[in-house]
């Protein structure tokens, strides 16, 4: 029951009783005194009783009925602020928490609420622009030191008088501090994403030769691991975008439907055209991910199956760069999987209609 | 060839100024924009190495101060930004060439290379390593009599190759501009196509024409 409601049956209720209150002390009032009893009295006393009872009716009924209705509308007209304040809340987001809900400006409860809660806003905003800050200040100056450190290890690296354990060694530090740079590159993208200062290259780019491109790669990339790729359809299809970015977002895809795929499995992509968007699938056969987990798979360095992660070389970002792509294309990207059947990933992103 | 570069981060200046004078450069070395700017003015250099993050001057600034001039130099920019948007916007300023930290010494060496040799491009159709041939009208490829089947993006990488004949190409330089990828996808693409490569156009054939350069890079050779 919503407040609304409560507080208008409440207000009716009480109009009632009043109402009958007053009834009944109107009645004692008028009423003769009963002092001669005889029949002729008690008939009188009698209908006059059942007058009033019929007045109180005849009143009491309409006036609760006006309370009912004017209390509904009086309540719809107090509480409509904060069904404002609802949807404008509902509306607020992480990545838009910049926004302030809107005042009224007269001073009462309401707008005091909504005082408050724009502080809290504000607040939040401030932290989490804080972390975002920080995350960016982080990975850039892990660039330096990561420049210097992967710099020396490749002149190491040519000294002809290393042994072979030794190169053997600096090769394989070169190796991770590689992986370093590529983790750092992400978390600076995403950083940059969060804080919006990341502006697309957008122009109408024919998604079809893309998906054919990433076909081909994904074919080459798949093939050590015996994984079978196909390309179950391409339809011709542009969109306005950025090329770097969509090409970034199909090799992350695949990539991943390589890596976390069985032996001897396989990879299905189709592109086509679905109403006014482009619809892009991959599917791959992995063993389902858990319902609880899918949820989650998009967020930063999360490893659903803590044993598969062992063997899978990646950075751990893949997936959320495909996110952010998508959503700054302003597609939708979804993954469906369920136990023993095999895992999709669906994008749609607008067509370019010009 | 005289290279100027131009890097605040001593440890990355050193190590720069190691591994382009291992290649045979003549490198000089400032730590600040306004420094760069006098010596680009005193000696005409070969190629600016050029950070763009300096106390004082930024290198974006150096780089317009000098396009102003008409100092025509190629320049390589370096940033440990590293975004799409300073790329471009680099690349408006009249740099020639883009790389983001954290470089591999190989791949900057070989930008280097490329930039100081601008401009020398064969105009010919058909290219030739040895007894390599590449038609890039016919798209048809040819070692000795023998034709050679490329894919698509075999042909690319091949032509890419034969077109930087004699230098040393970096992994990020053949996904840059075969691929057209601006980021580090973290898969060995580069590796497998260049085996495919090399299965087609050099297991069968002396000498062997496409090397790899222990590191980090190929290079299309015809004397090893």
């Known amino acids: 029951m919503t407040i609304r409601a409560r507080l208008t049956f409440w207000y009716a209720a009480i109009m009632f009783v009043s109402l009958l209150a007053t009834g009944v002390l109107t009645y004692r009032e008028f009423a003769p005194e009963p002092n001669i009893d005889t029949a002729q009295q008690i008939a ?41 304040l609802t949807q404008a809340a509902e509306k607020i987001g992480a990545q838009n928490l910049n926004q302030r809900l809107p005042r009224t400006g007269n001073g009462d409860e309401l707008d005091r609420l909504t005082e408050v809660f724009n502080g809290m806003l504000a607040r939040l905003d401030d932290s989490f622009k804080r972390i975002r800050e920080f995350t960016l200040h982080a990975s850039h100056e892990l660039k330096t030191p990561l420049t210097v450190l992967s710099g020396e290890t490749e002149t190491a690296l040519r000294d002809e008088s290393l042994s072979a354990a030794e190169r053997e060694r600096a090769a394989s530090q070169l190796d991770e501090l590689r992986r370093l740079a590529r983790i750092v590159d992400g978390l600076t993208l995403l950083a940059k994403a969060d804080a919006g200062q990341i502006t697309l290259a957008m122009e109408s780019v024919r998604l079809d030769e893309l998906v054919r ?61 679905d109403w006014n968007f482009a619809e892009f699938k991959i599917t791959n056969t992995r063993q389902g991910i858990p319902a609880e987990i899918l949820p989650r798979v998009f967020d930063r360095f999360f490893r659903g199956d803590p044993a598969h992660s062992q063997t899978v070389e990646g950075c751990g970002l893949g997936l959320s760069i495909a996110q952010w792509i998508v959503s700054a294309h302003d597609g939708t990207i979804k993954i469906e999987s369920a136990t023993m059947k095999p895992t999709t990933v669906a994008v749609r992103l607008p067509l370019d209609i010009h | 060839m005289r290279i100027l570069v131009v890097e605040d981060e001593k440890k990355t200046a050193s190590f720069v100024r190691k591994a382009l004078q291992a290649e045979g450069f003549a490198v000089d070395v400032c730590h600040n924009g306004d420094d760069a700017l006098a010596a680009a003015r005193a000696t005409p250099f070969d190629g600016i190495v050029l950070d763009i993050m300096l106390p004082g001057r ?33 690349l408006n300023a009249g740099a020639d060439d883009y790389l983001p930290k954290p470089f591999e010494l190989v791949e900057l060496v070989a930008r280097v290379r ?90 069968e054939f002396e000498p062997k024409l496409l090397q790899t350069v222990r590191g980090a890079g190929y290079m299309l050779k015809e004397t090893p």
């Open chain 1, 44 to 84: 009188e006393d009698a209908s006059d009783f059942r007058e009033i009872l019929r007045i109180l009716f005849w009143c009491g009924v309409p006036a609760g009925l006006l309370a009912l209705g004017g209390g509904w509308w009086l309540m719809k007209k107090s509480l409509a602020p904060v069904a404002g």
């Open chain 2, 114 to 203: 490329a930039l100081t040799r601008r401009g020398g491009e064969t105009k010919s159709t058909v290219l030739r390593v040895a007894d390599l041939a590449l038609d890039t009208l016919t798209r048809q490829a040819q070692r000795g009599e023998k034709k050679i089947e490329l894919t698509a993006r075999e042909y690319r990488l091949l032509e890419f190759l034969m077109r930087s004949a004699g230098r040393l190409c970096g992994r990020m330089m053949i996904l840059e501009k075969v691929w057209d990828y601006d980021f580090d996808p973290g898969t060995n693409l580069v590796d497998v196509y260049i085996r495919r490569l090399r299965e087609k156009i050099d297991e």
């Open chain 1, 213 to 273: 491109d990433n076909f081909a790669d994904v074919q080459i990339l798949a093939e050590p691991h015996g994984i079978q790729v196909k390309l179950e359809c391409c339809e011709e299809i542009s969109v306005n975008g950025d090329r770097h970015r969509l090409r970034q977002l199909l090799l992350n895809l695949a990539d991943n439907a390589v890596k976390y795929n069985q032996p001897q499995g396989s990879v299905t992509m189709c592109l086509r055209r």
């Open chain 2, 58 to 90: 930024d290198g974006l600034s150096v780089l317009r101060q000098l396009r102003e001039r008409k100092n025509t130099t190629p320049v390589l920019l370096l940033s440990a930004r590293g975004e799409v948007n300073e790329r471009v916007e680099g």
